[in-house]
């Protein structure tokens, strides 16, 4: 039976509508891949002479274990973010004389075969192969610690199916949980509960007792069957019939009417965002990361690297016009060919959009000005960065839109989400962030640091003074493109 399902599953990848689109982006995810393992590879053969050198009096297994409690916490938090759920087709099995419990044990150890298995193998194997060949460590011992190290790495993998299933879909519940991981890891730290020290301790044990490798794959069991009668429970064809009942949203932004002819777009830009999870999380996120340059700012590391402020000055001022404006118009996708069939000016369309986005960037600019504290000229450079991005950035954003082709659900988890993700949204970021790094970069150079900012600002000021023209052009470009992106936005499942 599993060898009929992933046949299934290979056909239905074959003849999907989005196979042979976005080559670009495939290749570039393969490349990636064979990096990151190549990375993992070479870390794992070579941290054990690492850790020889940096703590010559102490064993390197015992260093490793550890921090183990810590690289198992920071695991789960990536999972968390990147890995997706495995999904199957399931609902045309579902009226099949096909046993529930074999279609959800393919869907579980279809997550077995993720790339995010593949890596901790990657690092645990040969180290362990080394300890073993080049130190003499027991053979035995050593098959006992890596088992238990990748069982404990795919009870992340289930135990992150989990959490996503409990709390993707009400973060705010996430919330007491991951303060008590907080207040757990800083009594760690002033070594009041040293919970990392006591795992350390136990994968110690485990190394001179290997039998005790039983307790991390009994507990991958318990993980495993968790997500097994999880997913039974739902393996119904009415489990989701019935929708969640909840008040409807009525704010009508009626403040948006004194902007004049863009005001119903404008207007309805904002009840998007308000009113639909991924798009409101745009808005999370910004006041999250204008945090952002507390890392940066007051580190001695960076203090001669003013080239670098101008990546996180463009950053925190941006960081809405990045998340939302790549998408343009990918958020309209599901009323985008009606948009197009009314008598509307395709022009006071995108001036609606550049208002907002201009908006949220000054908005941002405003509430960074406390890092006035670390100097005047991160303030200036600061701002500088932010009329770059009103003047330079926003209008490149809107021109990489009109290669936007693909529709996004506007009330799936904006988690990892990477529906609407084509090429475009990836190399926009060349221009975004390393041109203005660039320009800084020559100036300051060859001429001064306050003549690099102001040639920033300048810049902006020029994109200003040119809107009309760039919004003309912009017009034009997304015209031309119109019957291209009805016809994308039509395409679901992408």
């Known amino acids: 039976m599993f060898k009929k399902f992933a046949w299934l599953e290979w056909k239905s990848f074959l003849r999907s509508a989005s196979f042979g689109k976005s080559l670009g982006l495939k290749i570039l995810m ?25 703590y010559p009096e102490q064993d390197p297994l015992m260093v490793v274990n550890g921090f183990a409690l810590a690289y198992f916490t920071f695991e789960l938090i990536f999972r968390f973010l990147l890995q997706t759920l495995p999904v199957m087709d399931i609902k ?25 298995n593949l890596l901790p193998l990657l690092l645990i194997v040969p180290f362990g192969l080394y300890c073993i060949v080049k130190q003499g460590y027991s053979l035995y011992g050593m098959l006992g610690w890596m088992t238990a190290m990748y069982s404990l790495t795919l009870c992340m993998n289930f135990l992150n ?5 409990r709390f993707t879909e009400n973060l705010k519940a996430l919330i007491p949980v991951v303060a008590t991981g907080i207040i757990i890891g800083l009594l760690d730290y002033f070594k009041l509960f040293d919970i990392s020290g006591y795992f350390g301790d136990f ?27 999880n997913l039974k429970g739902k393996f119904y064809l009415d489990a989701d019939l019935k929708g969640k009942s909840k008040a409807a949203n009525t704010r009508e932004f009626g403040w948006t009417r004194k902007f004049g002819s863009i005001a119903p777009f404008l207007q309805q830009d904002l009840k998007l965002i308000w009113r639909n999870k991924r798009p409101k999380t745009t808005i999370y996120l910004s006041f999250i990361f204008l945090a952002y340059g507390l890392i940066f700012y007051p580190n001695e590391t960076y203090q001669g690297m003013p080239t670098f402020f101008v990546f996180v000055g463009i950053f925190i001022t941006g960081i809405f016009m990045i998340n939302f404006g790549q998408f343009v118009p990918s958020w309209d996708a599901s009323y985008y060919q009606m948009i197009m069939a009314q008598n509307i000016p395709m022009r006071q ?7 907002l986005i201009t908006f949220s960037v000054v908005v941002l600019a405003i509430l960074s000005t406390p890092y006035v504290y670390f100097g005047w000229d991160i303030l ?70 306050d003549a690099a900012v102001g040639f920033l600002a300048v810049l902006g ?23 291209v992106m009805i016809e994308g936005f039509k395409q679901k499942g992408e």
């Open 30 to 54: 393969a490349f990636l891949a064979l990096y990151f393992s190549a990375m993992f590879l070479f870390f794992g053969i070579a941290l054990f002479p690492v850790l020889k050198k940096l």
């Open 92 to 116: 045309s099995l579902m009226v099949l004389p096909i046993k529930k419990k074999s279609v959800v044990h393919f869907v579980l150890f279809k997550s077995l075969y993720s790339f995010y």
């Open 161 to 165: 199916f989990i959490i996503k299933k």
């Open 203 to 229: 994968l110690n044990t485990l190394f001179h007792n290997p039998y005790l490798a039983v307790i991390p794959v009994m507990l991958l069991l318990i993980l495993y069957n968790w997500n097994l009668q």
């Open 349 to 355: 369309y995108l001036a609606s959009k550049m208002g």
């Open 380 to 449: 200036l450079l600061n701002l500088a960065c932010a009329l770059y991005n009103i003047g330079i950035n926003i209008p490149i954003l809107l021109f990489a839109g009109s290669f936007n082709k693909k529709r996004i659900d506007l009330d799936k988890s904006p988690f990892m989400n990477y529906q609407g993700t084509g090429a475009s949204q990836w190399l926009v970021g060349l221009p975004l962030i390393f041109l203005p790094v660039l320009f800084f970069w020559v100036i300051n150079k060859f001429v001064s640091y």
């Open 461 to 483: 000021l020029i994109g200003l003074l040119l809107r009309p023209n760039l919004l003309s052009f912009l017009t034009q470009r997304y015209r031309s493109r119109k019957y």
